[in-house]
């Protein structure tokens, strides 16, 4: 991406009603289950940006039929057999594409891919999935000794393992019920805490085999299974930059309507009750196994709290915006468990760091925790670091006093048309 940036004026009061795009999480997920099905089924509503563009070319890739059809996905499945593709396997920024996608190829019987990504992605580690993988049975290989991409898999017969999860990782539960799906025998996943279960709610809305029972997750190999449509509700993660947004803004009322309210994802709505915000939510439909809804923030002086880490998990992608609301908040904010964000799009802790610093905020680092001391920002510029949710947290961190946006266009990852949806609620009514 070309370097730019974008100057953003002190916004006035945010006033307005919006829907933000679908959710990455579901996006990514259906494409690969309406992949594997029989026949054809439609996504409505899916996130179309950066990382979910690269699963459907991926997919596309491996035999299944993907088009567009307006703001929805036409899907023409592959049965559960996927086709050799002819060239190396390009995943982009997307991990959750290159996670997910391991687990399904690593089953795929006689099939040679090779997977890649950018910069950001071959450094991400991989090892995490490819080692229960291969206690299944699976034949992959890489840099590092399969730690990092690109990564090559050539798809084997599976056995069922029983695995518990060293961390807490959503894409790694859901890369081996992936695999799950084509191996001999029961696939066992244990969580030491919840982690988003997106994965599991769409296994029960293709039909597909699971049961739950606590924190274990089984599976088992699957019978071909027909399309089914899929309706994708807006991505709380991308809500979440309005509502703090409306937080913190003075005289701001914001309502997101139509978003995700999974209880595994919402995490930030509990941080920022207790950190004193003024929001309501309600959970209006549960269209397929998801609950949707709205939720509403009105400007709220905020304070300093210790978050629970328990949370973080349910909240793993908003901790960027939790730090642009702890910045104004009063006293000190206490953020731990926060070694995941050291393998992000970026070091989300130390880019956390940087960019409070240079909005005039203290902040002390550790190697897995943030210590923020509140109270206010002043007008500074700010780097993504290639990051599309550090871009848009530290955008809405500056917004009462005015910041600069170096490199804008990587919140395109997961919102395009992010800044135009911000600066439309900027002195609305």
């Not at 960027?320 to 468990?337: D, H, K, Q, V």
């Amino acid at each position: 991406m070309d370097r730019t940036h974008l100057d953003l004026a002190p916004c006035g009061p945010l006033r307005g009603v919006l829907r933000v795009p679908g959710d990455k999480s579901v996006t990514h997920r259906g494409l690969m289950l309406l992949a594997l099905a029989e026949g054809e089924g439609r996504l409505f509503y899916p996130l179309k940006a950066g990382d979910t563009l690269s699963t459907a070319w991926v997919l596309r890739a491996l035999g299944a039929g993907i088009e567009e059809e307006g703001p929805h996905f036409r899907v023409r499945g592959q049965g559960l057999r996927l086709k050799e593709p002819e060239d190396v396997l390009d995943c982009g920024n997307a991990g959750t594409l290159m996670r997910l996608i391991l687990g399904i190829l690593a089953g795929q019987e006689g099939v040679f891919a090779v997977l890649t990504g950018d910069s950001s992605l071959r450094r991400r580690p991989m090892g995490r999935v490819v080692e229960p993988l291969r206690a299944m049975g699976a034949q992959v290989d890489g840099r590092e000794g399969g730690k990092r991409a690109p990564l090559g898999v050539r798809g084997a017969p599976l056995r069922g393992i029983r695995y518990t999860l060293p961390v807490p990782s959503a894409q790694v539960k859901s890369a081996l019920l992936l695999a799950g799906l084509f191996a001999e025998g029961v696939t066992e996943v244990e969580e030491p805490v919840p982690t988003r279960d997106h994965t599991e709610r769409l296994f029960r809305h293709f039909g597909l085999p699971l049961r739950v029972e606590g924190n274990r997750i089984r599976t088992e190999k699957a019978s071909p299974f027909p399309a089914k449509d899929l309706l994708v509700p807006g991505d709380f993660s991308s809500a979440a930059f309005f509502l703090v947004a409306a937080l913190i803004v003075p005289g701001s009322e914001v309502v997101v309507e139509g978003v995700g309210l999974n209880p595994t994802r919402t995490g930030l709505l509990q941080v920022l009750l207790a950190m004193g915000a003024d929001l309501e939510w309600r959970v209006l439909e549960g269209e397929d196994g998801e609950p949707v809804g709205y939720v509403r923030a009105r400007y709220s002086p905020l304070k300093g709290v210790s978050v629970d880490p328990g949370l973080i998990p349910l909240m793993v992608d908003e901790v960027p915006i939790l730090a642009a609301a702890a910045a104004w908040a009063e006293g000190e904010t206490f953020i731990p468990n926060l070694s995941e964000l050291r393998v992000k799009e970026s070091d989300r802790v130390r880019a956390i760091a940087h960019n409070l610093r240079a909005l005039g905020v203290e902040v002390e680092e550790g190697p897995d925790w943030l210590r923020i001391r509140g109270g206010g920002v002043r007008r500074g510029e700010v780097e993504p670091f290639h990051d599309h949710r550090i871009a848009m947290a530290f955008a809405v961190a500056g917004l009462p006093v005015g910041v600069r946006v170096h490199e804008p266009e990587w919140a395109e990852i997961s919102y395009p048309g992010f800044f135009r949806d911000l600066l439309g609620l900027c002195g609305g009514s």
